[in-house]
């Protein structure tokens, strides 16, 4: 099974230069956990729930803070035509619960995210890559 079978390819974006407030709102209005960080056409980060909460709120820093100040820049990522078991063992080595799918040509085409492998009848994959996932950090 390749992952653009099971990706999710309507994806919310943000640019670095918005204020993590709309980072937020928008996460929470589309129930996502993670947001891809653009400018221009190029992908720069990730901005994740979490990265909020830790590296913001739990920092004092405040609302109309720039995403690009709490987005993660190293960004895995895969494509959409890598084989599914080897993305979610990779998932599960990195410690990753989404990665953004891009196109031969790097530019983004989705989302996946372990929600995606369950949902999407891949549970084995889902149940392994959760599996690595879920140790304490290395």
Do not use: W
């Not at 589309?30 to 221009?40: H, I, T």
């Not at 901005?47 to 690009?68: F, H, L, Q, S």
């Not at 599960?92 to 372990?114: F, H, W």
């Amino acid at each position: 099974m390749k992952v653009s079978e099971v990706m999710t390819r309507d994806v919310c974006l943000i640019r670095g230069d918005q204020p993590i407030r709309e980072a937020a709102q928008m996460m929470s209005e589309f129930d996502v956990g993670a947001l891809p960080v653009f400018e221009g056409d190029r992908l720069i980060g990730m901005i994740t729930d979490r990265d909020i909460t830790i590296r913001g709120v739990a920092e004092g820093v405040g609302p109309d803070a720039k995403v690009r100040e709490l987005m993660s820049e190293q960004v895995k990522y895969c494509f959409e035509d890598d084989n599914l078991d080897q993305v979610c063992e990779n998932m599960s080595d990195i410690q990753m619960r989404r990665l953004p799918v891009m196109n031969r040509e790097k530019r983004l085409v989705g989302i996946v995210a372990l929600g995606d492998l369950a949902a999407k009848h891949a549970v084995n994959e889902a149940s392994r890559a959760l599996e690595g996932i879920s140790q304490p950090g290395r």
